[in-house]
């Protein structure tokens, strides 16, 4: 057998009929995660036709995208204020209860943003097939995994029947050298890349990121990194798993155990890359040159070091990002003054980027011009963050500290950013009206986003890390 | 899914680059919970004003929009969220085919299931179609070939299986529950 990629090894396992010039492959999954938005119409679709959830042990859902991220709403003392958000949760649970599906539901201490409670919960692993209805679902490609945001028809297909047709997508490898330096982090890499390959340079690929740099990130950080790899256009991002996901998964209560555990690791060691396995194409970077990024425009390919300019000049698009932002080609980013700071998102909302934030945010106070909103990624990142006392300090220095979920990553709860105002936000989408109707939003690493919220303007976070 | 041979029609062209799904449909309209109807919310941050009032120089806006079903777009159409509510505005508002030189992975796996027919060309034959809105074009799903009115036939990649699929009406769902036995055969093989 000709050497293979950790990719070919995960698609090859999990053919149930191959591909062929007339058909795509029938892909099977081990992992279908569902939340409120994508699912009410896939659960039509298997009413209309007379349908179950096929394999509800392999089905998992949760509320987060329009959850409230206020406790009296989240936990019932008052109704979700908005009304149509409050449908769609009351939907999903209806949904869950009619087919058998487990739901962490608004109660639930479990419950949290889809991309951070699988892998908390250890049901993100090495060598599955994971998708859900969301793009972001490359985040769970951190552990080795080949997951992939679908339709809502295709959610239906997985429910009904726990496989997908799929084309075997190319693979790219994005080889990074070096160490990242200090003040830089995992979404300054990732802004880097996308950078590099443009919002569209992955389309039709997988990643693999690979190299010295990735090896040195934790599982949270690889995270951050695959979460965001749909934003160069590739339908997943994937790292090869090593002792560092193996200590992660370890004792996590949906992990194997015991026997399972010894059996499962054997199996997880042998999903790497072969040396002289091909890719179709290799991107090389060094990551000791990567600065603190920050994104200027409506994309997140548009993107420079906090320390640098807008580009000088560019097409009618690049004309049309810039007016929508209020910015002009040319101008420095660091200095500009800022609305919003909005710390959040499956891409930074884990325990380690709160504690980056807390890093800056302790002994200082948000500027008074400033709003800024800390949402943890999950109510287990909020209890852990608690226990340490990272609210406290992000309350003490101004801030509001929330429930867990998407909130203003994508404004569908109502947490949104006002029209023409400026936010520097942790998330993933700096498109046109992402946090709200003409909101404008510069996407940086919580390290740039804390110093920001510090200074009332973007600032690079090394000034105030000495 | 109703079958889809050739549509006919005058292009309406939106030339911009990377034009997101959080454009197609903001994220505000995705709160339903059906499919239907979602064509008034088509574009709505750029279609209408904060008062919710059309703004007149927008293209869907214009008189020209109306009965239109093809939209040439720029580069990396449909990029971002996966949200299927982007191809439902487009099939709602009446469009049947999507035309650029790169539509976005997931974008173009949700389109092909509603009945919009993703179709990509050369750099050339975009350039001529952003230079000339209104021009009409077929496309033949049987021959894979869009057809510009000066009698050129420009060829577009369709993968035998999305074609068939679009030619016959066949819903996936269908193909796939016929499989079940091979699914079952699998589980019980990889003990699933
Ligand atoms: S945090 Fe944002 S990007 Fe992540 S799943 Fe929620 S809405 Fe999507």
């Known amino acids: 057998m000709p050497a293979r990629t950790l990719f070919e090894k995960v698609w090859a396992s999990h053919e149930v009929v191959a591909e062929t010039a007339d058909t795509p492959a029938i892909l099977y999954i081990d992992l279908h995660l569902t939340h409120e938005v994508t699912s009410p119409q896939a659960f039509s679709v298997l009413r209309e036709r007379g349908l179950p959830v096929r394999r509800t042990d392999r089905t998992l859902a949760t509320l987060d995208h329009s959850t409230p991220t206020d406790r009296a709403q989240l936990f019932g003392e008052i109704p979700i204020r908005l009304e149509s958000a409050r449908h769609q949760v009351e939907a999903l649970e209806r949904n869950a209860a009619a087919f058998g599906v487990e739901l962490l539901g608004l109660k639930s201490e479990r419950r949290g943003i889809v991309h951070i409670i699988g892998p908390e919960l250890g049901v993100t692993q090495p060598g599955k097939t994971i998708v859900c209805g969301d793009s972001h679902t490359s985040t769970h490609g951190a552990f080795g995994a080949l997951a992939f945001g679908i339709g809502s028809t295709e959610v239906g297909h997985v429910m009904a029947t726990q496989c997908l047709l799929q084309r075997k997508p190319k693979t790219l490898a994005v080889e990074v050298d070096g160490r990242l330096a200090p003040g830089v982090g995992a979404k300054d890499l990732v802004l880097a890349i996308i950078g590099r390959l443009g919002v569209s340079g992955g389309t039709g690929h997988v990643i693999e990121y690979r190299g010295p740099a990735i090896e040195a990130l934790s599982m949270e950080q690889r995270m951050t990194v695959c979460n965001m790899s749909i934003e160069a256009g590739a339908r997943a991002g994937m790292v090869a798993p090593d002792q560092t996901t193996f200590d992660y998964l370890q004792e996590r209560p949906r992990a194997p155990q015991g026997e399972a555990w010894d059996a499962a690791l054997e199996a997880w060691r042998a999903l790497h890359t072969e040396p002289g396995a091909r890719f179709d194409r290799v991107l090389e970077l060094d990551a000791t040159e990567i600065l603190p990024m920050i994104t200027w425009g409506t994309n997140p390919g548009m993107v420079v070091p906090v320390t640098g300019v807008i580009p000088a000049s560019g097409d009618a698009v690049f004309h049309k990002s810039l007016q929508y932002m209020g910015f002009e080609p040319g101008q420095p980013m660091a200095g500009k003054p800022i609305d919003v700071v909005f710390v959040g998102s499956c891409t930074n909302a884990r325990l380690s980027d709160l504690r980056e934030v807390a890093r800056v945010l302790r002994g200082r106070r948000v500027d008074k011009s400033v709003r800024m909103l800390v949402v943890p990624g999950s109510q287990q990142v909020k209890r852990e963050a608690e226990a340490e006392g990272l609210h406290q300090v992000f309350i003490d220095a101004g801030a509001e500290w929330r429930e867990s979920g998407c909130s203003m990553c994508l404004g569908m709860n109502g947490d949104t950013v006002a029209s023409g105002r400026y936010s520097v936000s942790t998330s993933n989408r700096n498109f046109e009206g992402r946090q709200g109707t003409g909101a404008r939003t510069m996407l940086a690493s919580p390290l740039t986003a804390a110093a920001s919220a510090v200074t009332g303007r973007i600032t690079d976070p090394r000034d105030l890390l000495a | ?192």
């Open chain 2, 1 to 192: 899914m109703d079958s889809v041979t050739t549509i006919t029609s005058r292009t309406l062209v939106m030339a911009s680059t990377n034009i997101d799904t959080d454009q197609i449909i903001p994220a505000r309209f995705l709160t339903t919970t059906t499919r239907d109807g979602l064509g008034k919310a088509l574009f709505a941050d750029w279609r209408y004003d904060a008062e919710g009032q059309p703004r007149p120089d927008f293209l869907l806006n214009t008189p020209e929009a109306v009965g239109r079903s093809v939209l040439v777009a720029g580069r990396n159409f449909g990029c971002g969220s996966s949200r299927e509510h982007a191809p439902w505005a487009l099939v709602d508002f009446g469009f049947r085919a999507v035309i650029s030189t790169e539509i976005a992975d997931i974008f173009r796996s949700n389109a092909l299931k509603n009945g919009l027919v993703p179709v990509i060309v050369d750099e050339q034959a975009h350039a001529w179609l952003l230079e000339h809105p209104g021009a009409e074009v077929t496309v033949d799903v049987e021959r894979c070939v869009l057809s510009l009115p000066d009698q050129r036939e420009v060829s577009f990649p369709l993968e035998n299986f999305a074609r068939y699929c679009l030619l016959n009406g066949v819903d996936e769902l269908g193909f796939l529950l016929s499989r079940l036995p091979a699914i079952e055969e699998y589980e019980q093989r990889e003990r699933k």
